[in-house]
T-cell receptor, first 113, second 115 residues
Framework: DADVTQTPRNRITKTGKRIMLECSQT?????MYWYRQDPGLGLQLIYY???????NKGEISDGYSVSRQAQAKFSLSLESAIPNQTALYFC????????????FGPGTRLTVL | AQSVAQPEDQVNVAEGNPLTVKCTYSVSGNPYLFWYVQYPNRGLQFLLKYITGDNLVKGSYGFEAEFNKSQTSFHLKKPSALVSDSALYFCAVRDRMDSSYKLIFGSGTRLLVRP
């Protein structure tokens, strides 16, 4: 969905490096989410933000941090990447008060060697 | 904790035939159930949801899902499959998260529609 963009789309990095994944949206939504997708496991919630000043940990936040720079931007950082963080990462948005109908970006495929 | 299970990793169907993608759930209380679809190189897209009311829910792209409380199932269906329906399908259920809710996703089922 072009309304939610993620950069980069693909990234290969080495163990111990700091990586930032960026998400931008033009939908005007207050809520933003970061998920990771592993084969055969579905999606797991890493962090979520209900507005610029409201950031919360999800199910698997260890090893990750986030920054909500503006309503439209939500970045995910891996402070010191490790191989088991190799996954597909998705950003999603939803309007204020709405949690069930989420709009997803195209994903970032991250490989940690 | 709420959970959903998708027992089939892959479903194969011929174009024009009906399709079913299975989902079972385990919840405490009333279930809020969802289907999302992921096309190749794209993010997930919302298809439909069940909250209450009619057990047959209609969604996008001609898909529908049947809620069955006695069988704790929420199977996705379409009367006539298209090759363009080939994608990864996720069932999801609502779970409590702090002052709001979150989606718990199943492991996904790959649908392959052959011409």
């Amino acid at each position: 969905d072009a309304d939610v963009t993620q950069t980069p789309r693909n990234r290969i990095t080495k163990t111990g490096k700091r990586i930032m994944l960026e998400c931008s949206q033009t939908k005007g939504h207050d809520r933003m989410y970061w998920y990771r997708q592993d084969p055969g496991l579905g999606l797991q919630l890493i962090y979520y933000s209900f507005d610029v000043k409201d950031i919360n940990k999800g199910e698997i936040s260890d090893g990750y941090s986030v920054s909500r720079q503006a309503q439209a931007k939500f970045s995910l950082s891996l402070e010191s990447a490790i191989p088991n963080q190799t996954a597909l990462y998705f950003c999603a948005t939803s309007p204020s008060g709405v949690w069930d109908t989420q709009y997803f970006g195209p994903g970032t495929r991250l490989t940690v060697l | 904790a709420q959970s959903v299970a998708q027992p089939e990793d892959q479903v194969n169907v011929a174009e024009g035939n009906p399709l079913t993608v299975k989902c079972t759930y385990s919840v405490s209380g009333n279930p809020y159930l969802f289907w999302y679809v992921q096309y190749p190189n794209r993010g997930l897209q919302f298809l439909l949801k069940y909250i209450t009311g009619d057990n047959l829910v209609k969604g996008s792209y001609g898909f529908e899902a049947e809620f069955n409380k006695s069988q704790t199932s929420f199977h996705l269906k379409k009367p006539s499959a298209l090759v363009s329906d080939s994608a990864l399908y996720f069932c999801a259920v609502r779970d409590r998260m702090d002052s709001s809710y979150k989606l718990i996703f199943g492991s996904g089922t790959r649908l392959l529609v052959r011409p």
